[in-house]
């Protein structure tokens, strides 16, 4: 069946613009992650969503991010006046309910740039 | 401190040979363990769980040790197409998120 998937895959954009990154998860996952990962080092988590609500945004970096998930399938990180260290891959998971032992499958990424 | 600490290696072994991977995290209360393997500019992808009493899936052995908040990762008989980077991930007390070291990279050459 079909993965994680995002769009788009590379987002180039200039300091102070704002950007969407879209994030489908795979059909029947309850659960949805967003991870942001910078060169040479592992993904850093920025947001949880449980069906429609997030259930754990306490890894957003400041309130220039956003994420929603109106309809608790696809999901959209939003980010506000980018600046150059929010250049980095920004990841999206899912699972099937967000317990514990259940496996967050990851999407490709989104490789933001901003100049 | 960071939650999960790992060593960036990298590691460059011959074919055949074993290879081990440690890494320490700092939440006693931390709830379920994973290695994951991350290939060059692709997705993280779940390798194996870890669990307290070790467990084996073909060449690769993970072990957890609670009381020293220490995970290990072996591979024998090391084959090329492991080369990626080995991520050690733990989830920790809060529900969903997981803590991801900053990874291992691991060349096998011929």
């Known amino acids: 069946g079909a993965g994680v998937s995002q769009t788009p895959s590379n987002k180039v954009t200039e300091k102070g613009k704002y950007v969407e990154l879209r994030c489908d998860p795979i059909s029947g996952h309850t659960a949805l992650y967003w991870y942001r990962q910078s060169l040479g080092q592992g993904p850093e988590f920025l947001i949880y969503f449980q069906g429609t609500g997030a259930a754990d945004d306490s890894g957003l970096p400041n309130d220039r991010f956003f994420a929603v998930r109106p309809e608790g399938s696809v999901s959209t990180l939003k980010i506000q006046r980018t600046e150059r260290g929010d250049s980095a891959v920004y990841l999206c998971?899912?699972?099937?309910?967000?317990?514990?032992?259940?496996?967050?499958?990851f999407g490709p990424g989104t490789r933001l740039t901003v100049l | 401190r960071k939650e999960v600490e790992q060593d960036p290696g990298p590691f460059n072994v011959p074919e055949g040979a074993t290879v081990a991977f440690n890494c320490t995290y700092s939440n006693s209360a931390s709830q379920s363990f994973f290695w994951y393997r991350q290939d060059c500019r692709k997705e993280p992808k779940l390798l194996m769980s870890v669990y307290s009493s070790g467990n084996e899936d073909g060449r690769f052995t993970a072990q957890l040790n609670r009381a020293s908040q220490y995970i290990s990762l072996l591979i024998r008989d090391s084959k090329l197409s492991d080369s990626a980077t080995y991520l050690c991930v733990v989830r920790g007390s809060t529900l969903g998120r997981l803590y991801f070291g900053r990874g291992t990279q691991l060349t096998v050459w011929p």
């Open positions: 998971a899912s699972s099937l309910q967000g317990q514990s032992l259940d496996t967050q499958y």
